[in-house]
Structure formats: C-alpha cells, structure tokens
C-alpha cells in the first residue's frame, strides 16, 4: 500500500470519527434543549437513535483513545530509539 493510499484512509477515518462525535453531541443537545416529544413523529424518530446514539457515546472515545495511543507510542519510539540529527539512539537493546 502507497503512503498516500495510507494517508487518504487516514484522513477519512479521522473525519469519520469527528462527524461521528458532532451527530452524537448533536442528538444530545437536541435532547437536552428542545422538547423532542412535542411532535410524535419527531418523537419516534429520536427514541428510534436512542440506542446507537448510546453506542457510538461508548465505542468513539474507545476508538479515539485507541488512535491516539498508536500515534503516541509510534512518536515515543521514534524519538526514543532514533533522536534526530544523530546515529546513536538514546536506548540500546543491549
């Protein structure tokens, strides 16, 4: 895989789980300001995204955390093993 193939899911993952996070505050804020039940349709639209609302309010900082350790732990060994401007890492193996 090329590293702008790489770079493009990248970038698309990372706007996934950002508009995944708006549409959850979103429907929250909807909840938590206006009378959803005032119209039964809306109503039922809304207890209708109760529970994947639910979901994603438990998997998105699970994902989030996730992506963020790997790029964390990825800089970390880059830093620690390969400082830049110099061929001896700061830690040896040995």
Same mark, same amino acid.
């Given at each position: 895989?090329?590293? !702008?193939?790489?770079? !493009?899911?990248?970038?698309?993952? !990372?706007?996934?789980?950002? *508009? ?5 505050? +979103? @429907?929250?804020?909807?909840?938590? =300001?206006?009378?959803? $039940?005032? @119209?039964?349709?809306?109503? +039922? *639209? ?7 609302? /639910? +979901?994603?309010?438990?998997? /998105?900082?699970? =994902?989030?955390? $996730? $992506?963020?350790?790997?790029? *964390?732990?990825?800089?970390? +060994? /880059?830093?620690? @093993? ?7 890492? $700061?830690?040896?193996?040995?």
């Amino acid at each position: 895989m090329s590293a !702008k193939t790489d770079h !493009k899911k990248t970038q698309q993952r !990372k706007r996934i789980i950002f *508009i995944s996070s708006l549409l959850v505050s +979103a @429907f929250w804020l909807s909840g938590r =300001i206006g009378n959803v $039940y005032r @119209f039964p349709a809306l109503g +039922a *639209i809304y207890e209708s995204f109760w529970l994947p609302a /639910l +979901a994603l309010l438990v998997v /998105l900082p699970v =994902i989030s955390f $996730y $992506y963020w350790s790997r790029k *964390i732990q990825c800089s970390v +060994a /880059l830093s620690l @093993f390969h400082p830049p401007g110099s061929h001896q890492p $700061y830690f040896s193996m040995r």
